[in-house]
Every structure is written in C-alpha cells, then in structure tokens.
C-alpha cells in the first residue's frame, strides 16, 4: 500500500498556561499542559471532517507517515492512514496526540514540575482515560474542529475511544474501539500488577525520582515482557519459535537461553530506549481504573453509563485476543442493543492476539471504511 | 469424604552416600543425595501395588494426610488418596517425594554442599525433569517397589509421569499425565522467564547466595504472581472478583489497591514462607527443559520418543487451561495413537483453568478410578 503522507510532522501545542489549570478527575490540577501531535490532511472549512486516532499504552502521536525518506518505519498505523486506505486524508482530516501521562512529548512524569524546576516523576498526580480525552478534546477545539466523523483506537486506544462515545456523544458521528473492555477486569489489572511490580522492585527506579538517569531499565523490560506475552498468541509464538523451541549454548548451563527469552529481552531493550518507566506505571493505572461506570450513575455500573451514547458504533473483537477476550466486546454489544444503540460489532479472524489491531491491517481497512462510508 | 490417613508421616532416606554420586543428564553429579517422601497403605509382599504420585512446581511430598489432628490444611492431593478414593490406600502403596532440586526436604540448592559447607545456592547444577526421574527409581528400588500400578500428576508432575513411561516403560502398568504437553512452547519458558528475571532483579538475590537470609521475597512474590495468573482463569478471576473489580482505598491515590492485587500479593506471602527462591529458579528451568525428545533419537522429536512407551496411558487436559492449553493434549494422543500406543483422553471440562486437577476432586476421582479399574 502507499505510503505518501512524507514528512509527518511533528507538532506541539501548550493547551494549558498558567494561571490556567487542568482538573483532572481526581480533583487534583495540572498546569501547564503541553500535547504533542500530529495531523494528515486538511480540515475542511466546517471543521467536520476530522478523525481522531487514540494510541495505545507504549504508542505516540507518530500515527503515520515518516520524517524523512530516510526513516525505516512509519508511524505506528501507516497501513490505515492516508489517501485511499480507511482513514483517507483525501477526505479526512487525522489527528493523532500523545496521551496526557504519555512520555512521547505531552505533559507526563517526565514533565518539568514548575514548582521545583524538577521532573515531576512518581509525584505527577494519577491521571485517568477520562482525563486523556479531556485533554484530546482541547486539542480539537484549538484545532477548529467541530464534530469527528469517528474517534478510533485498540486497548487503551479503544479505552479512550469509549469514553470519548460517553462524555461528548454529540460531538462526532461514529466511535471505533476494538480489541477492549467496558471495565477492566481482574485478569487485566493482574498483569498489569506484575510489571508494575517489576518496576518498583528495580533499585534504579529510586522510588520514582531516577532523572536524569536511565532509571529501572530491567524492570520495564520485564513489565514490557508480560505484556508482549499477553498481546501475541500461543499459536503466534509457535508459529515464530516452532514446536521445538531454540536453545542457544549448553542446555545445562546458566548461559544458555531459549529464543524466546532473547526476543523478549530485544523488546524490552527497544522499548527501554523510547519509553519511560514512570510514564508506563501512570498509564497502566489509568489502564486498570478503566471503567466507563465510574461516577456517571447511582449504581456506577458501565452499562447504565453506555445510556448516554448516541453516535454509532463499530466494537472490534480479536477472536484470538487473550488480554481482552472477545466475551468482554459481546457483552458490551448486547448491552448497547439492549439500549437500543446503533451498534456493529466485527470480529476479527486473526492468529495474532491482542496486537492483531497494528498488523491485520487489510481486513482492518475493508471493515472500517465499510463502515465510515455506511454513515 | 474421609481424611483417614492420619498422622500423615514425613519420611526422609540418603540415597547416594560419598563416594557414590548420582550423575545427572548434564554429565555433572551430586553426592550426597537426600530424599524426603511420605507413603501411604501397605507394599504387598509382590513389590507391585505401589503407586507413585508426581507433585508440581511448588508442591512437595505431603501429598495426604495431617501431621496431627490439629493440622488445618492436609496434603495437597487428599482428596484423592485414602481408603475408598480413586488411589486407594486399602489396595495401593502410594509414595510421593520432593522432587530433586527441591526445597521440601530433598536435595537442591539450600542443601550443604560438603566441599564448601555452605548451601549449594546458584552453584547447585542444573537438574532435569529426567534427573528427578532417576532419583524416583532410586527411593522406589530401595523402598522394595518392584512394579508400579500407575505414575500419576499433573503440571510438573504431568512432566515426570511422561519421563517415567518413556525411561521406564516396563516398570509400570500405567501413566496418568494431567494438564502437561510433551516438550515445553515458548509461550510457557516465557511465562516463566518473566517470573526469573524478576527474582535475578531483587537485590536480596544476591546472585543466588543469599543465605541464611530471607532471600528476594518480592521477585518470588512477582513470579509466584505470575504464575497464578496462569494457573487460573479470567473466567475465575471474574466470579471472585466481580466484573467490577473491588478497589480498596481512594483510587486516584497510590495507595489505593485493588483486590486482585492484594490477592496476588497474599498469595507471594504465603509462597515466600514456605519456599526457597532458588529452588524455584531451578525448578523452572528444569520445566523450561523439559523435552521428551532431547537426546533421546536422532531427530530429537518427542514423536519418536514415545515409541518406546508400553505401558497404559490417560492423558488429562483441561479445557480452561490457558498455561497448557488441551491441543497440546490432543496432539500427545494423537501421535501415540498413530504409534498404536494404548492411550485413553479425558477432558476435564472446569471453568477453573490449569489448577483444576488440584481442585476438581470428584470428576478426577471418578476418572481415575475407573482408569486403574480398567487395567
């Protein structure tokens, strides 16, 4: 497919100055708020045609495209953006932004405290996916835009597009979350647990005020370990490692390692080299306090919470997906019909797990201009 | 149903005295080897009523039974041991031991290494599921067992019954592997190398000499957190938890937990207690290695290793196991089916993922029982 979105540009807005303030869920304020973003195609003079992709947990606003022709990879989901793919910017204007919390240039732990010159680290307040949308809607409104055709994203990605569908309702035509849950489940926050933990337990991550180091690097690499085991596939693994896994050097010795143990170690080193470890703990919290319920009714119950959605959606279930099972997208769907809600629902047949939304990119792209151009 | 075999008894034997060794399937050797295991009924005059119970990664020899009344909890496979049970100590000598490299009373890493006088630690060698085979003939042979009716476990202990019917085909009548594939995927070593890494990290580690000190509860708390994530089900987590996860405290601070994390965290409390992190290591990586084919025929396939398998075989799966998930099972069968191997499949329908075999007693003692009663 095409890539011709050449240069991506980066782009930075400070949305928040002091006196001004953020006030995010907790109560607790923020200021001032910086957001890092990127758009591909031109708003139209109505300020309507605009699409708004969410990323996810290690994601960033790098959507589409590459800075130079020089680049190896293109942004994160290339393969949907641009001319004549789903997200077309022959007619859409996309915006991508890195999520409040985010450590890819919008205001997170590594953020400058005003008050002590200082990053903020482990004391940047807990922030939330309602707080993230927050934030992504003041971009849109600085922007010009006046109503999203969709709001589109995966996992966490697919946590703000929900939100997205239940605080603004009126504010776009279409919402898009695949591979995600209404309210995370205990499974979820576990592995989230795990890594979480991992971290802390790194003597370098000195209880969050590491900077300028390069901080709890084996302990991220051991949270981002966890989470590639939950985002593939037993069957994926199999298919890369084979049914008789590798072994490099003597079975018997302590040197010895299994490929497996090597490929995670390489993406916990890739990993380590963009992305930062506090930043990582904040947006696991907010992963696991993901509940569209929270607050919003008498019984905080999400399906009560859906109520309020009016725009129409497309819920994507990966039937291959460990970290989300496609149970948690069904009972959403009934839900929303039982609500009388206009929704779809696509599963999508794919070996490849939870991360099947950034690689089955072809069937991706038929099932959501399908269903843009069905509006 | 009844717990009769009261006081259960703690049986310890020194198998290998100096200057005997034991040689292990790395070439190195261990001398002195110790065992600790407890019994249950009577050996017949014959030598051929016993049966040999394989306990998991972080089980031991109490398999049955209570020290005293007073004791709360009795072994872990109670209920299916004891008169009147699928392993029926009126007509059967049950015997299970602590595996080598252990911690409960057989030889491993906290053991005196005589040339130093100090715990083995990250020096003891490496030991195999086939190791602790070997040292399981050793304590039958010196206990008077000359024939065993089954060899029977489940997880780890799956994995030993499968050296035994490979190694020993004629020394028993039957096997009984539950919950257990032939060679170990790389999604399993993965789950368990998170779980290493997270030990190797805890600074009380100390490069695994550590003693008498308590060593790194926090990594063994991680990995033990790991593993019973997987040792269950999102389907078990959501009807314990609920699918709105508790949360204790404010949820915007970090004080805050949820239930789930505080299970997780009680259960790597009680783990700690009772277990030697590196025993753990050790024991990972013996299930990490484990391999039916591995030196075993020019090929290395596990396939061909089961050739040499004569005796009766019921294969256990599980069909909410997400850590051996039944297709592992099914292709076991598969092949010694099409080797013309006498192989019955029972699939244990439990929504209570891989633990179900230390769980689902009445459907497992049915099972087994009309197993043996077949022979």
Chains 1, 2 share one sequence.
Request: aromatic share 10%; net charge negative.
């Amino acid at each position: 497919m095409s890539e011709s979105i050449c240069p991506a540009i980066r782009r930075h807005a400070v949305l928040i100055k002091p006196p001004d303030r953020l006030t995010l869920e907790s109560g607790l304020t923020l200021s001032p708020v910086e957001v890092t973003y990127e758009t591909y195609g031109t708003l139209n003079s109505a300020g309507d045609n605009a699409i708004l992709v969410c990323h996810a947990l290690t994601g960033d606003a790098h959507a589409a495209g590459r800075y130079s022709p020089e680049d190896e990879i293109p942004g994160w989901w290339d393969d949907l953006i641009g001319p004549g793919k789903a997200l077309d910017t022959d007619r859409y204007y996309v915006i991508c932004s890195n999520v409040l919390g985010g450590c890819r240039g919008t205001t997170g732990p590594t953020s400058i405290n005003p008050l002590t010159g200082q990053p903020h680290g482990a004391d940047f307040p807990i922030v939330t996916i309602r707080d993230m949308v927050k934030l992504q809607k003041l971009l849109l409104d600085s922007l010009g835009v006046k109503r999203l055709v969709t709001v589109i994203g995966g996992s966490m990605g697919g946590m703000q597009v929900l939100e997205w569908a239940v605080t603004y309702p009126d504010f776009m035509a279409s919402a898009i979350a695949m591979a995600v849950s209404a309210i995370s489940t205990a499974q979820q926050i576990a592995f989230n647990d795990v890594g979480r933990r991992a971290i802390w337990l790194d003597p370098e991550w000195r209880g969050g005020h590491y900077y300028p180091g390069d901080g709890p690097t084996e302990g991220l690499s051991i949270a981002r370990a966890v989470g590639t085991i939950t985002y593939k596939s037993d069957h994926l693994w199999n298919e890369r490692f084979g049914r008789r896994v590798e072994f490099a050097g003597d079975p018997f010795s302590r040197q010895g390692r299994f490929s497996i143990e090597n490929y995670l170690a390489y993406q916990g080193e890739k990993l380590e080299r963009r992305f930062d470890a506090n930043s990582y703990l904040y947006l696991l919290r907010a992963m696991d306090l993901h509940n569209l319920g929270r607050g919003r009714t008498a019984s905080g119950s999400w399906e009560e919470a859906l109520e309020t959605v009016s725009t129409r959606l497309l819920i994507v279930g990966i039937n291959s997906d460990i970290l989300y099972p496609t149970y948690q997208q069904h009972e959403m769907v009934c839900t929303l019909r039982r609500l009388k809600k206009e929704v779809e629902y696509f599963e999508l047949d794919s070996p490849y797990g939870h991360d099947s939304f950034l690689i089955e990119f072809k069937i991706m792209n038929q099932a959501v201009a399908e269903f843009l151009d069905n509006l």
